[in-house]
C-alpha cells in the first residue's frame, strides 16, 4: 500500500471525487493558480479547469453562501477554508443556513456541501490564527463533524463526506499535513459516524481525535514502558458520534482520559465525559479526567504555546492520576 502524505491523501480524494461526479467543485482564496495555502489542491486547477477550481476574493460569508446555493440546486460544492479561524465570518451562513435549510424547507432542499480546511494550533500563529473551534460546530443540529487523525482516514472520510447529503464540517489538523500513512490508490470510503480503535489495550482509555491521536499515541508508547497498556479510541466523527467504541473500552479498562486540543469549558471533553458517566458509572474506577487546551488566547511565545498545548507529558501525568499512582 503506498506510504503518502496527509495533505496528498486529501488531494487524491478531491482528485477522484471530482473525476467521479462533474457536479463537484472546490471554491475558495488561493485553491487554483495558488494551489492552496497548504497544496491540498495541487494540480488540480490545470485537470479540471477554472470552471471547477474557483479562485475567490477574501470573502468567506460570501463564497461559503454562493457554495450552499449552489448545494441547493444540485451540485456539490467543497469549499476551502483558508483556516477555520477565518471560519468566523462565514457562520452565519453555516449554521443559519447550510445546517437548517434541510428542515425549514420540509425536506425540498438537500445540502450536500463540505467545508473544509486546517484547524487548530500550528507553529507560532498566534491567538487568532490558533483556535481548536470544532466544539462550537458539532454543537449545532444539521451539520455533520469530521476530524480525521491519519491519512488513511483523512481520504476515505472526505470522500464519504463529499457524497453526503448534508454538511458537513471537515477539519483537517494544520500540522498534520506532512504526516504520512499507507493509504489505498483505489476508490474506498469510511462511513461518517464511524469511531476507530487506533490502539488496543487494557489499563486505562484514551479518547483522542485529529492530533491529538499522536500525542495520546506518544503517551502510550511512554507509559508501555512502565507497564501501563493505553487503548486509543479515535472518534473521527464529532458529530454524529459514535460512543460505543468509548463505552465498551471505557467497561475493559475502566478508566479514562480524554486529550483534547480546545479550550476546557464548553468543550467536546466534558460532553464526552457526560455520556461516559451516563452509560458506564458503575464500570469507572476513577473519576474521568481531561487533557485540554489552556483556558487562554494561543500565546505567540514558543515557549508559551508549547505550554498551552496538551503533551504527551501532560497525559501520562493524567493517566498516572486515574490509576491512582501519583
Known amino acids: 500500500m503506498p506510504l503518502i502524505s496527509y495533505r496528498d491523501a486529501l488531494n487524491q480524494a478531491l482528485r477522484e471525487e471530482l473525476r467521479r461526479d462533474p457536479n463537484v467543485f472546490l471554491m475558495g482564496e488561493e485553491v487554483g493558480v495558488y494551489q492552496g495555502a497548504y497544496k491540498v489542491s495541487k494540480g488540480l486547477l490545470q485537470e479540471f479547469g477554472e470552471r471547477r477550481i474557483i479562485d475567490t476574493p477574501i470573502t468567506e460569508e460570501g463564497f461559503t453562501g454562493v457554495g450552499i446555493g449552489a448545494a441547493m440546486v444540485g451540485l456539490r460544492p467543497v469549499i476551502e477554508m483558508m483556516t477555520w479561524n477565518f471560519s468566523l465570518l462565514a457562520m452565519d451562513q453555516i ?109 486505562v482509555t484514551l479518547v483522542a481525535w485529529s492530533k491529538m491521536v499522536s500525542v495520546a499515541m506518544k503517551a502510550a508508547e511512554t507509559l508501555a514502558a512502565e507497564g501501563i497498556s493505553c487503548e486509543i479510541v479515535d472518534p473521527r466523527s464529532l458529530r454524529p458520534f459514535d460512543d460505543a467504541p468509548i463505552l465498551a473500552s471505557v467497561r475493559k479498562t475502566n478508566r479514562c482520559v480524554i486529550v483534547e486540543e480546545g479550550w476546557p469549558y464548553v468543550g467536546l471533553g466534558a460532553q464526552i465525559a457526560y455520556q461516559i458517566q451516563q452509560a458506564a458509572f458503575s464500570d469507572l474506577d476513577a473519576p474521568v479526567t481531561r487533557v485540554t487546551g489552556a483556558d487562554v488566547p494561543m500565546p505567540y511565545a514558543k515557549n508559551l504555546e508549547h505550554m498551552a498545548m496538551p503533551s504527551p507529558t501532560r497525559v501520562v501525568a493524567a493517566v498516572r492520576e486515574v490509576l491512582y499512582l501519583d
Request: no cysteine.
Open 95 to 203: 449554521i443559519n443556513g447550510a445546517a437548517k435549510m434541510r428542515y425549514m424547507s420540509g425536506g425540498q432542499f438537500k445540502i450536500p456541501i463540505v467545508v473544509r480546511g486546517p484547524g487548530g494550533a500550528a507553529h507560532q500563529l498566534a491567538a487568532q490564527h490558533s483556535q481548536s473551534i470544532e466544539s462550537w460546530y458539532a454543537h449545532v443540529p444539521g451539520l455533520k463533524v469530521v476530524a480525521p487523525s491519519t491519512p488513511y482516514d483523512a481520504k476515505g472520510l472526505l470522500k464519504s463526506a463529499i457524497r453526503d447529503d448534508d454538511p458537513v464540517i471537515f477539519f483537517e489538523g494544520e500540522t498534520l499535513y506532512g504526516s504520512k500513512g499507507e493509504v489505498p490508490a483505489e476508490d474506498y470510503t469510511i462511513p461518517i459516524g464511524v469511531a476507530d480503535i487506533k490502539r488496543e489495550g487494557t489499563d
